[in-house]
């Protein structure tokens, strides 16, 4: 049984205070709180979301029974309260006070009493109204991350989630240099082990130890105070070299001396900022995998095929912004080393056209980055000949990894420094081959299937035929735990909002009934989370106002995509060109909602009459589609259409996969002093908001995900709430009520989504962040490795217990 943790004493005596307030509300206002309870118990649902809860809870306030518990500590505690589960005459409540914060309450309506439980009491209660059957005492399978926490630092304030790398400078170097001579030892030695191709960098070895190094640094710095600050390395390098230095301090004295100066500095009184400093110059990282097994994995002709979306566009452009950083630093620290890429995916045989079906194909835009393809294979070793959905790749993926594994030590001869995962199947796939190859890990989530769906653990085992999340929550968990770091988009994917569970957040507590109860998964305090925003291709997302950037004959061929002949491919033909357009475009995913805007659009005449609508997503004929969820969507747009007189205003075409006409069709709506909306249900980060912004056209963005933090509400766009559609067609019939009377306002929202995304999400930022981060969690893992082996094998149990049956089962 686990060691029930101990709270804090701040903790345990903030938990008792609320306790007892709401036990005094139960004797003060015994008749209104049975009754509100008696009204939540007479629902007969199993579990209550958090608006049901608030709803009910303010709705009965407002009558005259309820007026007494207005104001009370009960309504803070229904209002926090994420959900509840009721259970015979019970109410279990998980209440969150604050971001990554949880507490669990159990009203007992019969006996009109209230007592804390810990997690593990609220699960099985949880399980107990899933699987009635279920005895109250039966152990249960329970991961629990926290042993593995000991020692370990953890943020404390919310605001500090998502800049976990500044924390962990802070706190391990007080840790390591708390006795500085250990400290300067440890430093010294992963200094002495760096290097390429058998060649040492920085140190070599006439430097025996500390005193040596420290000694040699004074003596160089006599030495390079004699140059010219823009001498190179090899005007020095003979001296240098004999005094115990390689290359890789820099490529220009100035640099050399600086870079030398902060380890002087590092030695004498290490500092956290220098030590920062100089982890983020060292010559580490030369070769990078980049996994990403699902989807179609290619540079043209995939993008809105099933699976395949932002996460391509994104890794693409990451590749290139990453090889251009590495190059720029790797030659000023004066090493003429190439570095190379490897972007890892599945190939597939039939590739509907695309190059899914090629073993190696270069990175146009770059010198040193490929596209590398590695087969699924079957149990017997048959190579799988067609696409599978990102939902059932688990079986595969364990043989992949290894076949991947002997390839990249060829292509990279022997030598990969830093791996990086995406989506739960690339990262679980990080996690077998960093293992194996000794190297940091970073985890890119892309989209936790998790929050998408509602109940998607609860009632995992519904799922189970279409989604097999009993196979990608359990992935997620590991690779989650074995990443030395983790970058996410926005600072809500981990910790949510006040309001709002964070993506990561959902993993820390949660109970798979039937299979196994996780009490700690994750912890959002954890310092390995880092918030590295990605960016939009400028030379394809440009403002609409850069004329001279706009090439004529693709602005004719969106153009026509727009208003010309609808054909096979498209369906409606606008007829009044003068209006402007609403444009949407996304894979036609359920969780997209563009069927959504759709339906909104069609039942607000005064939208009809003031702006078109034109949607670019899936294939208008239905039968040209492979996937199922797809199929369902095109088929009920038709419907939509079908019922209602739209031909004339609304223009649907098929997905485009031709990124320069994607970047004319936004400014073409652009032009006609139109809107994006992006409807979705829930939206990851959402790259098509960052393109609409990038190019100027003012965005209307879902509030449920990322682009709750892209967009500052009416200055760089709006937030629409996709629960709402009437209300999100008049406030689109508003603003454009408001952009005829006052030409300037279209102007001003163009304005602030183009500066936001200049402020904020760029591609040279990002890779100059990430390649530091590499760095720093490298050193850090190098320095602390022991502690993390004990999650290792932890979780290598997990894998080899829980994963790898579930996966087997799938078909
Ligand atoms: N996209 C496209 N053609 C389409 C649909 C989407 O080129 O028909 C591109 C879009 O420009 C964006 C990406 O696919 O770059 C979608 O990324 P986003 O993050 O918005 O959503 P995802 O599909 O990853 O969930
Ligand atoms: C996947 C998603 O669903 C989007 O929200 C992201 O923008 C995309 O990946 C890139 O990270």
């Not at 910790?495 to 109970?511: I, K, M, N, R």
């Not at 609304?650 to 652009?670: F, S």
């Amino acid at each position: 049984m686990p060691v029930p943790k101990v709270p804090s004493r701040q903790e345990a005596r903030k938990k008792a205070d609320t306790l007892e307030d709401i036990r005094q509300l139960l004797a003060a206002q015994r008749p209104a709180c049975f009754m509100w309870f008696s009204r939540l118990l007479e629902r007969g649902a199993p579990f209550l979301l958090h608006s049901d809860l608030v709803e009910s809870f303010d709705a009965f306030c407002d009558s005259e029974e309820g007026a007494g518990l207005k104001d009370t500590p009960l309504r803070k505690l229904v209002h926090a309260a994420q959900e509840a589960v009721l259970l015979n005459e019970q109410i279990y409540l998980a209440v969150r006070t604050g971001v990554g914060v949880w507490r669990y309450f159990l009203f007992d309506v019969g006996e009109m009493d209230c007592r804390a439980l810990d997690a593990g009491e609220f699960l099985q209660a949880t399980e107990r109204r899933v699987e009635q059957d279920q005895a109250p005492d039966a152990r249960v399978l329970e991961l629990d991350l926290s042993p593995f926490d000991r020692g370990l630092p953890r943020l404390r304030d919310p605001r500090s989630i998502g800049k976990g790398v500044e924390f962990l400078n802070r706190h391990l170097s007080n840790d390591i240099f708390e006795d500085t001579a250990t400290g300067d030892e440890r430093l010294f030695r992963f200094l002495s082990l760096h290097q390429v191709d058998g060649r040492h960098l920085m140190i070599n070895q006439r430097i025996k130890g500390v005193q040596d190094l420290q000694e040699a640094l004074s003596e160089a710095d006599t030495l390079l105070a004699r140059q010219g600050g823009d001498a190179t390395w090899d005007t020095v390098e003979l001296a240098l070299n004999q005094l115990g230095f390689e290359a890789g301090w820099g490529r220009a004295v100035t640099r050399i001396r600086e870079t030398m100066g902060l380890l002087s500095d590092i030695l004498e009184a290490p500092e956290p900022k220098a030590l920062a400093e100089f982890l983020s110059r060292l010559p580490m990282i030369f070769n990078i995998v980049i996994l990403s097994p699902h989807g179609y994995f290619g540079q043209a002709g995939v993008l809105g095929m099933p699976d395949t979306g932002g996460q391509v566009v994104y890794i693409l452009d990451q590749v290139r912004a990453l090889e251009r950083e590495m190059k720029r630093t790797i030659h000023e620290q004066g090493l003429d080393i190439e570095p190379q890429l490897l972007i890892v995916t599945r190939l597939i045989p039939e590739a509907q056209g695309t190059t899914c079906d090629q073993h190696i194909e270069a990175v146009t835009g770059t010198e040193h980055t490929h596209i590398l393809r590695i087969p699924f294979r079957t149990a017997t070793g048959e190579i799988v000949p067609h696409w599978i959905s990102r939902f059932k790749i688990w079986p595969y993926l364990e043989r992949f990894a290894a076949e991947v594994e002997l390839e990249i030590r060829a292509q990279m001869s022997g030598r990969v420094d830093f791996v990086i995962g995406n989506y739960s199947d690339g990262n679980l796939v990080a996690t077998l081959l960093s293992e194996r190859l000794g190297v940091t890990q970073c985890n890119i989530a892309h989209a936790l299937e998790k929050t998408k769906y509602l109940h998607s653990a609860l009632y995992w085992q519904d799922h189970e035929a279409e989604h097999h999340f009993s196979c990608q929550f359990t992935a997620d968990l590991i690779a989650m735990n074995t990443a030395d770091f983790i970058i996410t988009s926005t600072y809500q994917e981990v910790a949510g909002t006040a309001d709002s569970v964070g993506q990561y957040e959902s993993y820390g507590c949660f109970t798979l009934p039937g299979l196994y109860r996780v009490l700690k998964g994750i912890d959002v305090f954890d310092p390995k989370f880092n918030i590295v925003s990605p960016g939009v291709n400028e030379e394809v997302f440009f403002p609409y106002s850069a004329s001279d950037r706009r090439i004529a004959d693709i602005r004719l061929a969106a153009e026509e995509l727009v208003y010309g002949d609808p054909g096979e491919a498209a369906r409606g033909q606008l007829q009044e060109r003068e209006k402007p357009i609403i444009f949407t475009m996304a894979r036609l995913d359920p969780v997209k909602n563009v069927r959504g805007l759709l339906e909104w659009y069609a039942g607000n005449k005064d939208l009809q009459a003031k702006a078109n609508l034109l949607i670019a997503g899936g294939y208008v004929n239905p039968e040209r589609s492979r996937d199922a969820a797809e199929r369902d969507q095109i088929e009920r747009m038709h419907r939509v259409l079908d019922e209602h007189d739209l031909a004339g205003c609304v223009r649907w075409v098929d997905m485009q996969t031709d990124k320069n006409r994607v970047g004319e069709l936004y400014r073409l709506v652009a032009d006609t002093r139109g809107v994006f909306v992006q409807p979705a249900l829930f939206e990851a980060f959402g790259l098509t908001v960052l393109e609409a912004m990038a190019t100027g056209l003012p965005t209307f963005a879902t509030c449920y995900g990322g682009p709750l933090e892209i967009i500052e509400h009416g200055k760089s766009g709006f937030h629409i709430d996709p629960n709402h559609g009437a209300a999100v067609a008049d406030t689109l019939c508003v603003f454009f009520e408001q952009c005829d009377q006052d030409s300037d306002h279209w102007m001003t929202l163009s304005q602030g989504g183009i500066d936001r995304v200049h402020e904020r999400y760029t591609w040279s930022l990002y890779a100059q962040r990430l390649l530091t981060l590499s760095r720093i969690y490298g050193f850090w893992k190098h320095i602390s490795g022991i502690r993390r082996e004990a999650t290792r094998r932890y979780l290598e149990m997990f894998y080899q217990l829980m994963y790898k049956p579930r996966a087997a089962e799938v078909e």
